[in-house]
């Protein structure tokens, strides 16, 4: 009976311990949330207020608001001069390795405006990654004895959408170098390497841009067209080859005839593709 009565004396002093342990850190921890809230630095870019409530997310908004992909889109909004903003509540945030203005990648948040009448924006989510760049390469093949006209594709894996899919070349731009071809000529060397491109090459043209989805994103995506010749080794050497940034990105290629191609659209269901093609359609008045 002795020894019962000492160990249940012991472990009621240790729950007892451990209850003041953790009612200690309990305090701890709300003191330091609200010396976070109290001291928490501000930051601010053209007079937007950006900040955001998770501490993880806070050490990182210095690079966030000297990002040049944020620049623009923050400077794009003030220039067109439809909304008055007032803050960014930045709610996740990625990079393309160390976290500095150049690598950012991705960022979501909630953009406070009201329009010209002084209404509030109710539809303020935003899920940003800056501009984009994609090409619809048009090839003339000489194969056999026979030239066809085709259109290169390129197949690679995504995962967002559940598999692999068929789409036109395409990147994210470079608001870095504010180059205009650049993008889409460094993709074009890594997806399909269909010849020496450079920055002014006469065989890229422009096709506008197109919003795919304005109501939830920056995302702009300048579409360009391109005409080249290929002979059949370069035509074989595409279709049998893989390409790619690395031995993380496999992309085959694939060649389609121009005259089947809006059946190949139906099916791939590439909206990038489906604009930049009847845009160069157009461009060369057969539509």
Known sequence: MY?????????????????????????????????????????FYKNVKVYSN??????????????????DWIDKIIETDEFRISAFEVTDMDFFGVPTPEKLAFYKGKLEATNKKGVKVASNICNNRGGCTAILIVVTAKIGKKYKKLVAMVEQDRLPSGGQRIECVAGMKDLVTGSVKGPVVKEILE?????????????????????????????????WGGEFEIDEE???????????EGAHEVIKVHFYEYDKFPKVLQEIGDVKAECAFW????????A
């Not at 090459?201 to 197109?210: A, E, K, M, T």
């Open 234 to 244: 370069k035509y074989n050497y595409l279709k049998e080859g893989t390409f790619g």
């Open 54 to 71: 998770l501490e993880h997310i806070s050490k990182n908004l210095g690079a966030l608001v000297k990002a040049p992909k944020f620049m």
């Open 191 to 223: 997806e399909l390497p269909i010849d020496d491109i450079k920055e002014d090459d006469p065989r890229i043209f422009s096709l506008g841009s197109i919003w795919p989805s304005p109501g939830w994103s920056d995302e702009k995506i300048d579409l």
């Open 279 to 286: 845009r160069f359609k157009v461009l060369r008045g057969e």
């Open 3 to 43: 020894y019962y009565h000492k160990t249940k004396m012991i472990s009621n002093i240790i729950i007892y311990c451990l209850s003041l342990l953790a009612a200690y850190y309990g305090v701890m921890e709300i003191l330091r949330q609200y010396l976070l809230k109290k001291y928490k630095k501000n930051y």
